[in-house]
C-alpha cells in the first residue's frame, strides 16, 4: 500500500499530458498546453524510474 502513489503519479502524468494536448490543439492555449505537458511528461518518467529503482521492476 505505501509504493500505491508509483501508479497514480504515472497515471496523473498522463492524464495531464492528454490534457495538455487538448488544449494545444482544441482551445489554442500554446504556452500553458507546453508546460502542462512538460509536467505531465516529467511525472511520467519519475514513476517510471520509482517503479525500476524502488520497486525492482527491470525490462529484460
Known amino acids: 500500500m ?3 502513489w508509483i501508479p497514480l503519479l504515472e497515471l496523473f502524468g498522463f492524464f ?3 490534457c495538455g494536448i487538448a488544449l494545444w490543439l482544441i482551445h489554442d492555449k500554446y504556452t500553458i498546453a507546453t508546460i502542462v ?4 511528461a516529467v511525472m ?3 514513476g517510471m524510474l520509482a517503479e525500476r529503482f524502488i ?3 527491470h525490462d529484460d
Open 2 to 4: 505505501p509504493k500505491l
Open 16 to 18: 495531464a499530458l492528454i
Open 37 to 40: 505537458m512538460g509536467v505531465g
Open 44 to 46: 511520467v518518467i519519475a
Open 55 to 57: 520497486v525492482g521492476y
